[in-house]
Structure formats: structure tokens, C-alpha cells
């Protein structure tokens, strides 16, 4: 997710710290060592590769995709970072800026874990998968036409491993990253058997050494460490226009991109320009978008998708309303606990929250019953623990008996059902009767801690107003059972310096889980994650059992193993009641102006794929009218 997006995607982090300074080794070294490598055009951990050597382009994608036209999209809150390195931590990062950098590997968006090169014409790693060394392509360059270089590569590797923490739980096993050709680049990791790791080190984004290590127009050397508003070099499809700082921005299609042949972007970024309308208000977006000032909407509003689309070019069916299937990505979206304060360490006050909150009747009044309730951690996934755990899953959670609820083996997880008047009155009691066990006593209305005579208190932190109507509904549901609830909205950076100071109670949180899960989880739920400033793992876990199935995802050995230790993490993390688990939909919901045309069908792991895929249509653009 701000609410950490579900696109996002995404976020993993854990301790950053400076690698040591590259290693060189002689020439004749090097060539008896690229000599003995085996070079992959395509990496996938477990499985075969869709495409072979040498493919033309990918199956999804329109090759004859006319290129030209523009694409307007709408953005919420300001922005004053182009830096990469630093978002979510220095600024809010500007939407797009991804489309300016390159990485070194891919993904093809129908296959699940398979990704082709990029920057780097191919990879090759040993067969204990201890370390992966990357090939960059000849012709790959910096728009201002300088060569991608291996300097380029360690620079980026070393300031995301410094300065981002977000992204430096994806690195913190490799130990050495060295140049070992003239383009080659190799990362070698602390132990063998990570089949996943040399794939993560590919989605590396590259950034030009040379350029953050000079100086500004105005002579001020740049500072890769700190957020920035000016328009840095990239290597990718797109570079910065225009922009006003914090209302909108313009990339325009680099007509002499180096990669424009390359096979993984042939029929891809097809736009002439791409825009983004930045908005401080939700409502204020919608109707811009009615009065046709910009394409495209996503939107993640149930009450907007259900009531706000109702106007004269949507029945004339100039304005198209489309959901696209989220397959490429799990979700768990909670009222997540900070469990280094006293209040929350015992799973049974947390579990009462559970009880206390009335999903069904949130989602019939606020969401227009659009919703389904969360039950996983990796929700909307073949991932996603079911029923009781059985076979290979099993023999994973037997490792760990001692460190786990006994409810894990013999009862399948599910969320408390308010769904009628005697159900919601049966769960206060339970929430009721949970506290009484873990220390508190009703005193006059209201929950005294039975050794300290505290009452029970607790802040809703929020850093935007759509999620006070939630707080603000679940509030009288824990007062009612004794707890003094007060709700309160700050802006952005304070919002932000609040989590990394772990400066709250509860927030609404939500992580992003790939196909591929991996060292990402270290971040998200590992014990040494907890200590650190920034991390994902926001509620504070340190839990051997967590800990020891993180090991088992990150080292699994095949695919059937990466799913059973994967629901066996699952498992474990929500019989533990770590957060009161909210909702998903399973879909994307878009609007859009009809002015554009996609490949049919769309790849199955790549939602709606827009604007990558799409293409301007001029024959339905003037069927829908001007851009105001």
C-alpha cells in the first residue's frame, strides 16, 4: 500500500548497509570464468521457459501495434520525488517514473515466475544457485548515449542496499557484487540453494553512476540518498517531458530508444506521450474524469463503482467501465496491530478485535456487498492456506508443533460471521470473555487491565479521510465492549514518520504477495525485520516458528514445496492473529474514455496491462470526443 497499493507492489525490507567496494579480477581470469558459464536468455526457478532462445516477441502482444497518440491517467495526493532509491521514505515518489529506468531481466506476463532479458541479455548461475552473473546487451544505453556499464549496475545495487530498506531485504544475501567482464557483472550470495535469488537480483532497477555522481545544472552534485525533483537520466522507453511539481506530469516515447527491437518490447510501449493529473480530492478526480479531461480511472471505491458512474457518455458508450481479474498478485489488507506495545502481545486480545468486527454489516452498508472477507495472507492465490494442512505442508508445520497454536492442526482458519443480530451479540460475548482471560475486567463500561487498573484505549491512525468512514464504523463496535476508541488523520509525511518510529497503534496495512513469494517475507513478518526502521514488518513479529517457515519458502527446492511451505507460513501467521484480516475483490475496476485498442486476450498475469499494451485508436477517438 498511503495504503500500500495492491499493485505494488509491493516492499521488503530489512537492515541496509554497504556492501564492500567491487573486487576486479584479471583479464585472464575473467575469460576462463565466462569460458566455463552456461548464459539463460530466460530464468524461471522451477519450471521450463514458455520461449525459447532467439524468440521474436511475446505471444500477448500486438507486434503491428501502431505507435503515436497520448494517454491521460489520474493520480491522487502531490509528489515531490523523482529519486527511486529514496521512495516512501524521502517524498512521495512520481507515478511513472518507472517507465524513465530499466531493469536488468523482465517479466513475461503469462507465465507465472519466468523472466527474459532486459538491459541484460542473459544470466547464468551454478547449479547450487550460489551466486548469478548478468551479460548487459552491447547496445543498451543512457538516452544521453552513453553505454550501460557494469559501474552502472554495483552504483545501483549498492545505493537501493543503502538507502531503500524497502528493497534491501531482496539483497541482503548476497556478499560480493563484482565486475567480471567488460559487461558482466557477477553477485555472489552467503549460501547456496536460493533458486529465486538470481531472478530478484534481475529486477534490479539500473541507474546511471556517471550522472548521480555529478552535478546539477546549477553546479550542486546530486545525491542519490536524498529525494529529488529533477528529471534524472534513464535508459528506458520514456523520459521526462514536463512537469508541475506536484499537479502533473508528462513522459514523452524516446524515439531513438536503444530497446525499441529488443524482443521483450516489441509491441509495447505504443504512446507518443503519457500523463499523469495529480488530484488532493477523490470526488474532485471523478469529475474530471465525467468532463473527459482525463482517459483513464482506476477505481477502488465500491460506493464510486456502484453510484458515481451513471452519466450520459457511459449509456452512449463512449466511457466504457471494465473489470480486469487480478491473477498476478495475493493481498492481505488488515487492521494490523503493533505488537511491540503491551496492550496488543496477547493473541487473545487480538483475536477479540476479530470478534468485534462486523464485516457483514460494513459491506452491506458502506461497500454495497462488493466485497468478500480476507482469510489468507497470500489471498486470492494458489498459495492461500485451506481446510487442515495435510501432506507436504503438514511435514513443514511438524517442525515447529511446539511454537504454534494447537488450533493449527485440527482447525481450519476462518474469520468470525456477524451476518445476523444473534450472531453479532454471540461474538461481543467472545470478545468479551477473550479479554477476560487475558487480564481485563468491565469497570464501570468500560475495560480495566486487572494488574495495572488501565483502561483499555486505542488510536485509529489513518493518513487520508476515505479510511475514517471504516475506523469510524468499527468504533462503536469496540466501545460497546469497553474499549475508548479515538480516530485520528495526519498527512503523509507524518504519517510516515509515525510507522518508522512504529509511533502507533493500529493502521490499516496491506502487503502485496507475489507468485514467486521469497526473501520478501524475511521483511514482511521476520524477527529481524521488527527492529527495523521502514520495514514492512509493521506489526513487529518475532516469531521462531514465522521465522523458520520464511526459511523454508526462501530455499524451497520445487514448486510443490514453495506451495505447501508458503500455506504453512500462512497458516502460521493467522492462527496467530496478528491483524484483523479486511477485504479484496479479485478484480480490477477501470473506466475509461474509448479511445484506445489492447490485444485480445490480454495475459493472464498482467491485469489490465495498460498503457503498456494498449495502443491508440483513432478510429474510436473520434467517436468519443476531444480531450477537454
Not at 548497509?17 to 526457478?45: D, F, I, N
Not at 475486567?441 to 487498573?453: C, G, P
Request: net charge neutral; hydrophobic share 40%.
Amino acid at each position: 500500500m498511503n495504503r500500500r497499493s495492491l499493485l505494488t507492489s509491493t516492499m521488503l525490507l530489512l537492515a541496509a548497509r554497504q556492501l564492500p567496494l567491487p573486487t576486479w579480477t584479471s583479464r585472464a581470469e575473467a575469460q576462463e570464468k565466462t569460458a566455463s558459464l552456461v548464459w539463460r536468455h530466460g530464468v524461471s526457478p522451477f519450471g521450463d521457459l514458455k520461449y525459447p532462445s532467439g524468440f521474436k516477441q511475446f505471444d500477448y502482444v500486438n507486434a503491428n501495434a501502431p505507435k503515436g497518440g497520448a494517454a491521460c491517467q489520474i493520480a491522487l495526493g502531490p509528489f515531490d520525488n523523482f529519486n527511486m532509491v529514496v521512495a516512501g521514505i524521502k517524498g512521495s515518489l512520481v507515478l511513472g517514473i518507472d517507465l524513465v529506468y530499466e531493469t536488468l531481466f523482465m517479466p513475461a506476463l503469462d507465465e507465472v515466475s519466468s523472466e527474459y532479458g532486459l538491459l541484460a541479455e542473459a544470466m547464468s548461475y551454478p547449479d547450487d544457485f550460489s551466486s548469478v552473473a548478468f551479460r548487459l546487451r552491447a547496445e543498451a544505453k543512457w538516452h544521453d548515449g552513453k553505454p550501460v556499464t557494469p559501474e552502472d549496475v554495483i552504483f545501483s545495487f549498492n545505493a537501493f542496499n543503502k538507502f531503500s530498506p524497502q528493497v534491501a531485504a531482496s539483497y541482503r544475501l548476497v556478499v560480493k557484487v563484482e565486475k567480471t567482464g567488460d559487461r558482466e557483472i557477477t553477485f555472489t550470495f552467503d549460501a547456496p540453494g536460493n533458486r529465486k535469488l538470481p531472478q530478484i537480483i534481475g529486477q534490479l532497477t539500473i541507474l546511471p553512476k556517471e550522472w548521480w555522481e555529478g552535478t546539477d545544472k546549477d553546479g550542486n552534485k546530486r545525491a542519490v540518498g536524498e529525494s529529488s525533483l529533477e528529471p534524472p537520466l534513464g535508459s528506458g522507453a520514456y523520459r521526462i517531458k514536463e512537469f508541475a511539481a506536484g499537479r502533473s506530469i508528462v513522459y514523452e516515447r524516446v524515439k531513438d530508444y536503444w530497446g525499441r527491437n529488443v524482443n521483450v518490447n516489441i509491441g509495447r510501449n505504443n504512446f507518443d506521450e503519457l500523463r499523469f493529473e495529480y488530484f488532493r480530492d477523490a470526488t474532485v478526480a471523478i469529475e474530471a474524469f465525467k468532463a473527459n479531461t482525463v482517459d483513464w480511472r482506476s477505481e477502488n471505491s465500491a460506493k464510486n463503482w456502484a453510484t458515481a458512474y451513471d452519466f450520459t457518455a457511459v449509456s452512449e458508450k463512449r466511457v466504457v467501465l471494465e473489470e480486469f481479474p487480478i491473477n498476478n498478485v495475493g493481498i492481505m489488507q488488515a487492521f494490523a496491530f503493533n505488537i511491540r506495545r503491551d496492550k496488543f502481545k496477547d493473541p487473545r486480545v487480538r483475536l477479540a478485535f476479530n470478534y468485534a468486527f462486523d464485516f457483514e454489516a460494513l459491506n452491506k452498508q458502506i461497500f454495497f456487498g462488493q466485497y468478500k472477507r480476507i482469510a489468507s495472507y497470500f489471498e486470492g492465490t494458489e498459495l492461500a492456506a485451506t481446510g487442515l494442512p495435510t501432506g507436504r505442508e503438514l511435514e513443514f508445520l511438524e517442525t515447529v508443533r511446539d511454537k504454534v497454536p494447537a488450533e493449527l492442526f485440527t482447525k481450519a482458519y476462518s474469520n468470525p460471521v456477524s451476518d445476523n443480530p444473534t450472531a453479532v451479540r454471540t461474538n461481543q460475548r467472545e470478545a468479551l470473555r477473550l479479554f477476560r482471560e487475558a487480564s481485563y475486567d468491565m469497570v464501570n463500561q468500560q475495560l480495566v487491565n486487572r494488574k495495572t487498573s488501565e483502561p483499555f484505549t486505542v488510536e485509529f491512525l489513518a493518513n487520508a479521510p476515505i479510511f475514517e468512514r471504516v475506523f469510524l464504523f468499527y468504533k462503536p463496535s469496540l466501545e460497546r465492549i469497553g474499549i475508548t476508541v479515538s480516530v485520528r488523520t495526519v498527512d503523509e509525511a507524518q504519517y510516515g514518520n509515525r510507522l518508522r518510529n512504529w509511533d502507533f497503534d493500529i493502521i490499516t496495512y496491506a502487503w502485496g504477495e507475489s507468485l514467486l513469494p521469497g526473501n520478501e517475507q524475511r521483511g514482511n513478518w521476520g524477527s529481524q525485520a521488527a527492529d527495523q526502521a521502514g520495514a514492512d514488518n509493521v506489526i513487529g513479529i518475532k516469531n521462531p516458528a514465522v521465522d523458520a517457515m520464511i526459511e523454508q519458502v526462501v530455499f524451497a527446492k520445487n514448486q510443490a514445496d514453495l506451495v505447501a511451505a508458503t500455506k504453512a507460513l500462512d497458516r502460521v501467521l493467522l492462527w496467530n492473529h496478528y491483524v484483523v484480516p479486511q477485504w479484496a475483490y479479485g478484480k480490477l475496476r477501470t473506466a475509461r474514455w474509448d479511445r484506445f485498442s489492447h490485444p485480445n486476450p490480454l495475459p493472464k498475469y498482467g491485469m489490465s496491462a495498460f498503457p503498456t499494451l494498449w495502443w491508440w485508436d483513432a478510429d474510436k477517438a473520434a467517436k468519443a470526443g476531444t480531450r477537454q
